[in-house]
Nanobody, 123 residues
Framework: QLQASGGGLVQAGGSLRLSCVSS????????IAWFRQAPGKERAFVAA????????YYADSVKGRFTISRDNTKRTVYLQMNSLKPEDTADYYC??????????????????WGQGTLVTVSS
């Protein structure tokens, strides 16, 4: 199971840090990703991190503003979001799966999903 938290209301230009905690024993072997879904839109890839933490992938829209990291000892992946924009408003979901670079951005790659945590950025 994956548990996402950390969402909230923030003004444009502000920061939030999302956390995704896993209760699964295989957490450290999976790629963990963040996706987001805004009202009326499809779920979109945000960022992913391979099991070792050495491979990071980002959507172009968040590069330079968001940072993904993981602590396998705590079974937790973080998404630090800085310089937030109103267009970042969405439900954010974490997911776990056996992704590689060519598949990390595809939702269907991921086997396990957490519940969403809502991020609202006001202008």
């Amino acid at each position: 199971q994956l548990q996402a938290s950390g969402g909230g209301l923030v003004q444009a230009g502000g920061s939030l840090r999302l956390s995704c905690v896993s209760s699964g024993r295989s957490f450290s072997s999976y790629t963990i990703a963040w996706f987001r879904q805004a009202p009326g839109k499809e779920r979109a890839f945000v960022a992913a991190i391979r099991w070792s933490g050495g491979n990071l992938y980002y959507a172009d829209s968040v590069k330079g503003r968001f940072t993904i990291s993981r602590d396998n000892t705590k079974r937790t992946v973080y998404l630090q979001m800085n310089s937030l924009k109103p267009e970042d408003t969405a439900d954010y979901y974490c997911a776990a799966g056996n992704a590689i670079q060519s598949t990390a951005m595809r939702p269907q790659t991921y086997l396990y999903w957490g519940q969403g945590t809502l991020v609202t950025v006001s202008s």
